[in-house]
């Protein structure tokens, strides 16, 4: 309930140098001239007498004081002003009965940070993809009584595919714990953090596709309004129900697995993700490959002229009188065969290896509050 003020008892002097001997302090409350009590000891049950004086070096002895912001007035020991301070905060230290700490100032079960540092925590435990539970669970990463709390908030808040729990889960995340059965803690290894796609308000789009589609019964072909943002490999999630995944797109025809039938004019979600507004999914890899079909349409420009190829010019044949044979007579001149085309093909090029594509990243180990 106080604070000492003059924690390092130090002589107070005249304007001339000298030690104040029998100096006087007056405190107030802050901006006014109301005595504020202050006491010898820090229990607050023996107050100083107004003011309080100074020994003949001018030192004060111990003096505490409430809580509060006030001011301090010093005179000599015959009324003379040596100094007079007011606004001195003199706040209550934190944890203290002074201090009233709510719920939402405070880390709370299942909050996540991040440190620059590697191994355990006390408080916390490392989300690393091990198990929780109590003390005779057998749980990798943490197995005791006080992971209760961190048990029950897994398991009220993500799926069992996310968070699973041993053996299936039961009735109640309280009977789960009491059975000694583990929980898995949801793993940051390798991911970056990235808020869900809705949160609470209309979805943003960033990482998933948001259109909507036309679904007929008995095909997987379906014509979508916009295929922005669609991409080969997402998972599409029609009218909320999971569908499939997206093989090929055609224009406005993405085909997927499955081939889901409703009605018209349906919403159409897809992402690489299993569900873009699921708390706790993950996706995303380092590298990729990308395919034929993943390219820019493009083309190869080639440059062929077709050419001529000469061939004597043969005239006709004539017979002389009496020969036994015909004899050629040649003109003299040149002629072409037809224009044909040397057949050019295109080699292909490239390897196929994977390219990266991860962003300017830091690592940090990730903590999850117990």
């Known amino acids: 309930m106080t604070n000492l003020w003059n924690q390092v008892p130090t002589p107070v002097f005249t304007s001339t140098g000298a030690f104040a001997a029998g100096a006087l302090a007056y405190f107030y409350l802050d901006n006014s001239t109301t005595p504020l009590v202050v006491y010898r000891d820090a229990a607050l049950a023996h107050p100083y007498p107004f003011p309080v004086v100074a020994d003949n070096k001018g030192v004060f002895p111990p003096i505490y004081v409430p809580y509060v912001t006030y001011r301090r007035r010093i005179t000599t020991a ?5 100094s007079d301070t007011g606004d001195i905060d003199n706040p209550p230290p934190p944890g203290s009965a002074g201090i ?6 405070i880390f709370q079960t299942g909050d996540p940070i991040w ?4 191994g355990t925590m006390t408080g916390w435990v490392r989300m690393n993809g091990r ?6 669970s057998a749980a990798t990463e943490y197995a005791a009584a006080d992971a209760a709390n961190l048990f029950a908030f897994l398991w009220n808040n993500l799926p069992d595919s996310i968070a699973t729990v041993s053996s299936g889960r039961g009735a109640t995340a309280v009977a789960d714990f009491a059975a000694n059965k583990t929980i898995v803690i949801p793993t940051m290894q390798g991911y970056l953090a990235a808020g869900v796609d809705d949160m609470g308000a209309t979805a943003a789009g960033r990482i998933q596709a948001i259109t909507t589609c036309n679904p007929p019964g008995g095909s ?6 916009s295929v922005t943002g669609i991409a080969v ?7 909320g129900l999971a569908a499939g995944v997206v093989n090929s797109i055609s224009g406005l025809n993405v085909t997927i697995s499955t081939s ?3 009605g018209a004019g349906v919403s159409w979600r897809s992402s690489f993700f299993s569900d873009a507004q699921q708390i706790g999914a993950a996706a995303g890899a380092a590298n990729a490959i990308m395919t034929t079909a993943q390219m820019p349409t493009h083309s190869h420009g080639t440059t062929e002229v077709p050419h001529l190829h000469t061939y004597p010019d043969v005239g006709a044949n004539t017979a002389q009188a009496g020969a036994t044979s015909a004899t050629t007579t040649l003109s003299g001149g040149t002629g072409n065969t037809s224009a044909v085309a040397t057949g050019l093909t295109i080699n292909n090029a490239g390897s196929g290896q994977p390219m990266g594509i991860l962003q300017p990243t830091r690592l940090f180990t990730a903590y999850m509050k117990l």
Do not use: K
């Open 78 to 82: 015959t009324g003379v002003l040596i």
């Open 233 to 239: 490999g997402q998972n599409v999630w029609i009218n």
């Open 220 to 225: 997987g072909v379906i014509p979508v309004t």
């Open 131 to 136: 198990t929780l539970g109590s003390a005779l």
């Open 115 to 118: 440190r620059l540092r590697v």
């Open 100 to 105: 009233v700490v709510s719920a939402d100032q």
């Open 260 to 262: 889901p039938a409703l």
